[in-house]
Structure formats: C-alpha cells, structure tokens
C-alpha cells in the first residue's frame, strides 16, 4: 500500500505556489528556508516527479506541480473540515444581519468573506434596509445583528467607526452658477436629508430637491450624471465625484457615526465574533479614491477615530 501524502508537507507546497518564493513560504508557515527546501524535496520524492523549476529569483511550478496543487488545495481543505466537524467550541447556525445599502455596498463584502472563512458553519442571513426599518426589526426580534447610523435620539448602537459627512457632485459636470443647489437625497425623515437642507437654509443658498430615494446606487447614479448635489459619508465616495467645501460655499456637517445593534439574547460567541469582524473590517476601511480632486478635496477634512459615546448627528 502506498503510502499517504503529508497534509503538512502539502501545506507548505500550497504556500510556495502562492507566494513563488521558498523565503515567503517559510514566512507563511513559520519554518526555516532549509526545513521548506527538506519538504519539498521529500514530497518530490514522494509524488515521483520535479514539482518546481526555477524562474529568475522565484519558483514556479512545473506541469506535475500544476496537476499536484489542485489535488493538495482540496485535500487541504477536507482535512480542515474533518477537524473542525470535531470541534466542540465551533460556531453553527444562522446569523440574520441587517444593513442599509450604503453601507453593504462599501463594507459587507469584506465582513462576509472574512467572516465566511473563519466560521464556515454559520449562515448569514443578510437584509438591507434603511436603518430606521432595521431598528424596527430588531425591536421584533426578526434580526441578529444590525450596522446602523447611530442616532441616539432614536435608537441605542455601540459606535464602531466615525467619519466626515460630505458634499459631493460631479468632478465631470460643474454646477450651474447663480441657480438653486439640485439636491438628491433621502426621504423626508432622512437624518442626512435634514441636515443638508438646514445647513443651507442656515446660509441662505437655494436649493430644490429632485430625486428622493433611499437607495445609495440611485443617489450616486444622479451625482455622477451631473444632475444633482448629495451628501454621503467619506467611506462611500466613489470615483468620479468632487468633494464640496466651504470655499464651493457649501457649509461644513457634521460627522456620521456607524453602530451595531445587537439582539438580546444572542449567543455571545456569536454576538462577539460577527462584531470583532465588523471592527476589524471598518477599521481597515479608506476612502475610495482615484482622482486627484477627490484625494486633494479629502485633504481639508479631519480623521475621527472611533468613539463609543458621542451625541454626533445621526444619519440615515
């Protein structure tokens, strides 16, 4: 009987394709260059065949080393599995979270693969929807977990993350001088709807509404096709818009705050470890770039740093 392939070995030999380089790998797996080359050269000796050929100062595979990786990768992530089926302390079950669409569009993907990966036995369950109807639901008990806009006059979060509230247009389309500011925004209840509208009565610019909608992609979509002005928050600048300030006579706002609301009597391992996640995911959040406006605009505003209490204005 043959006998069977090293998963440690074969760990090793996945590290080395990824990174091309015997020094990273050794890095990758916390071992000694000379205790990866050991591996390889006994797992060469295993499968019969040369696995890699030198390619200037990296590594590359050859066609046997190719045909090997799929069958380690697999082979890898099966004896994880069978492990983890063994793990008394793993984290199962279904985890409802709710979300506006500003926010899933810039943080969730992140937050879900991560999250995807580390506990590959909880299902997500993901709802979007404004974060007053969030508030809502988790009040019924119909969610998990809800990422907000923290708004302590209406609704209690722990604030996770902090950020200038930002006016924006079109870097293509310059406004029209001497007009009413076009503004695209959210509902009449709209926290950042109203903090707009009074910052600009409050210095005497005209302004008329013309798009309402509580989605962020409809809001951007007019911004970008140079018809309206919107506020959004730094993290949800995309490409393509001018950040406005005060030397554009647009009047300073104040900053959002992002929060979770958790439901009462969720499991605290899983309670902790979607909001560790979250965290994490928001602290390495930037502001999306890619114009030089936009980067030398970004410049005037402050960097908040996460705050557990404050009495900011809360957004949508």
Known sequence: MSAPLDIDQLQTFVAIA????FTKAADRVFKTQSAVSMQMRRLEERIGKQLFAKDGRGNRLTTEGDRLLNFARRMIRLNNEAIASFDDNRLEGMLRIGTPDD???RYMPEIIVRFAKTHPNVELYIVCEPSVDLAEKMAKGDLDIALVTHNPR???SDVVRTEPLCWVSSINHPLPENAPVPLAV???????RQAACSALDATGREYSILFTSWSTTVVAAAVLAGMAVSVLPESALRTGMKVLTQ??????LAPVQIGIMKRPGLSPSLSNAITNHITACLDNITPATGTDDLDGDMKNFPRYPRLRQSHMLPGW
């Open 247 to 252: 030397a554009d006579g647009f009047p300073a």
């Open 18 to 21: 990824d990174t091309g380089s």
């Open 103 to 105: 926010y899933a569009d």
């Open 186 to 192: 959210g509902k009449r209840d709209c926290q950042w």
């Open 154 to 156: 209406a609704r209690a």
